[in-house]
């Protein structure tokens, strides 16, 4: 017993401090090697569990977009949107539809107002909606402005996306609300109200984004892909609505022919544009007029070329496209990033198309920076003067395309 306590090294305090430590040590590590390993795993097994058993926000349709178009020809990139003006800077918030009518403009704002623009002068003409405006919360008793049309006789016709459908007396700023979006159409109320156009015989068409999503959610109404959008009609004699068409991925911007044979109407979602029959054999039937749009489209306009201006709320991305025929990826992808974060990904340019009333493109005009225009939701087009508008940017753009070297 001695012996083997003999043979056993003289211990010092200080080799005890050492092996402790030593000890300390690889226990540590085998502490920390066997703490990541169950950290790994747990998270290899958990994230896909979480992943699945949490519920995503959207429930997405897949579509399989035709390789984009190539921006030549009429597609052409060039700076002349940089050349346009800000105008009313911080007195117009969120301007998405214009109306010019000779010295007056017309616009309906975020801050859910309409605004009547008179000689360099900002003034409010009508109000739909109650205070308090401004943030998420309030947005649909505030209401939002977004389509305006001026009818043969001179009233406003406004669409206020949460509200309904408004006629306003821009003399008085008196208003009368023609169809609530508490009325049902088709048996759905509408809830994502847009945009309208008018005909000669005072009939109205008008968009209905989506029956499922809101404006607040207009980017989880894009990225899920949804198709409960619709085209309707109003007659203002009968006080009566009509769902004309549904089926559409976020219809949004439309406009009736010159010849009122037809309306177009943008879908933004899948970057297409719809032509709906009023006359003729086809009456009563809608089909694509345009698809492969190089960017998601927003409102229509007439253009003083005879045609029609399309305000391009974002160019087509990469990655937009790649996810398109995923929808299982976006629901993932939707679990985990807010929408808030979805619309940091989009990519920034600025662009407007002119188009024929054969569905070519003639025209384009670009801000590949997207430092002055990144986006456009509308195109007024006054005998050659551009007026852009924006859902967005506390300003509208003006642009005289007779200064436009091209
Ligand atoms: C039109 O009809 C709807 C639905 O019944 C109703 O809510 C609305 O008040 C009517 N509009 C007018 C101007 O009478």
């Given amino acids: ?99 010019v009518e000779g010295e007056h403009i017309y616009t309906g704002t975020m801050d859910g107002k309409i605004l009547h623009i008179y000689k360099g002068q900002v003034q409010v003409l009508a109000k739909f909606g109650k205070e308090p405006c401004g943030g998420f919360d309030n947005e649909p008793t505030c209401g939002r402005p977004l389509g305006m049309r001026l009818d043969k006789n001179g009233y406003l016709y406004v669409i206020d996306t949460y509200l309904g459908l408004y006629q306003v007396n821009v003399a008085t ?20 109200l847009n945009d309208l156009t008018i005909a000669s015989d005072g009939m109205i068409y008008m968009t209905d984004s989506s029956t499922k999503w809101d404006r607040r959610h207009n980017r989880y109404c894009i990225f899920e892909g949804e198709a409960s959008g619709r085209l309707i009609s109003y007659n203002p004699n009968t006080n009566t609505t009509k769902e004309l068409a549904s089926g559409l991925a976020f219809a949004n911007g439309v406009q009736i022919s010159r010849n009122e044979e037809y309306l177009l109407i943008c879908e933004t979602t899948w970057a297409r544009i719809f032509k709906y029959h009023l006359k003729g054999p086809k009456k009563g039937t809608m089909e694509v007029f345009m698809d492969n749009l190089p960017g998601l489209p927003d409102n229509i306009r007439l253009s003083s070329g005879g045609g029609y201006w399309i305000g391009i709320a974002t160019l087509r991305s990469k990655g937009y496209e790649f996810m398109a025929n995923k929808p299982w990826l976006r629901k993932l992808i939707a679990k985990i990033i807010s929408q808030e974060t979805i619309i940091k990904f989009v990519p920034k340019y600025g662009l407007i198309l002119e188009i024929n009333s054969e569905g070519e ?25 551009l007026y852009l508008g924006s859902y967005f940017l506390p300003h509208m753009s003006r642009l005289y395309l007779g200064r436009l070297k091209t």
């Avoid at 992943?51 to 597609?75: A, M, N, Q, W």
């Avoid at 008196?174 to 159409?185: C, K, M, N, Q, Y």
């Avoid at 801000?367 to 005998?383: G, I, L, M, Q, R």
């Fill in 1 to 99: 017993m001695s012996n083997v306590r003999q043979r056993r090294p003289i211990h010092t305090p200080q080799d005890d401090q050492v092996e402790d430590e030593d000890e300390r040590r690889s226990r540590d590590s085998g502490f920390w090697t066997h703490a990541a390993f169950v950290g790994l795993l747990t998270a290899l097994v958990l994230t896909p569990l979480i992943l699945i058993i949490i519920p995503s926000p959207i429930d997405p349709v897949g579509y399989s977009f035709k390789p984009r178009p190539e921006l030549v020809g009429p597609l052409e990139p060039n700076n002349h949107l940089q050349k346009a003006e800000q105008i009313y800077d911080g007195q117009v918030l969120g301007p998405e539809s214009i109306v």
């Fill in 361 to 385: 493109i003639t025209r384009s005009l670009h801000d590949p920076t997207a430092t002055k225009v990144p986006s456009v939701s509308e195109v007024e087009d006054k005998d050659g003067v």
């Fill in 173 to 192: 700023g008196d208003f009368v609300l023609l169809w609530p979006t508490t009325a049902e159409i088709n048996g759905k109320v509408p809830k994502f």
